[in-house]
């Protein structure tokens, strides 16, 4: 059973950064995709970032160039490193992880079986 446990999230100004991570355990796949996703009051969730087993990364076209995804394999953590915040990134913010898993075509992946419980991030203008 994969653990997920989201941490990093909190309030600043438009043009900010953050940094999220997401400490996770119980993950005994060779091939794998650990992925962010957030959920804005009202809105749907949307699948934001994407990295797979092999280091390949995918981003969703609202965050591409502002943020990167990677992960320290060696602390079993995953990262999402937020630059040039704007408000309408204001939203919770989750980590997930989906077994046997690959990016394909530079797409995010978004039919994740883990979650962690997120982490609220807000923008102010």
């Known amino acids: 059973q994969v653990q997920l446990v989201e941490s990093g999230g909190g309030s600043v100004q438009a043009g900010g950064s953050l940094r999220l991570s997401c400490a996770h355990s119980?993950?005994?796949?060779?091939?794998?995709?650990l992925g962010w996703f957030r959920q804005a009051p009202g809105k749907e969730r949307e699948g934001v970032a994407t990295?797979?087993?092999?280091?390949?990364?995918a981003y969703a076209d609202s965050v591409k160039g502002r943020f990167t995804i990677s992960t320290d394999n060696a602390k079993n953590t995953l990262y999402l490193q937020m630059n040039s915040l704007k408000p309408e990134d204001t939203a919770m913010y989750y980590c997930?992880?989906?077994?046997?898993?690959?990016?394909?075509?530079?797409?995010?992946?978004?039919?994740?079986?883990?979650w962690g419980k997120g982490t609220l991030v807000t923008i102010s203008s």
């Open positions: 997930a992880a989906e077994p046997w898993c690959t990016v394909v075509a530079g797409s995010v992946y978004v039919d994740m079986d883990y």
């Open positions: 119980g993950n005994t796949y060779r091939t794998y995709c």
């Open positions: 990295i797979d087993s092999d280091g390949s990364t």
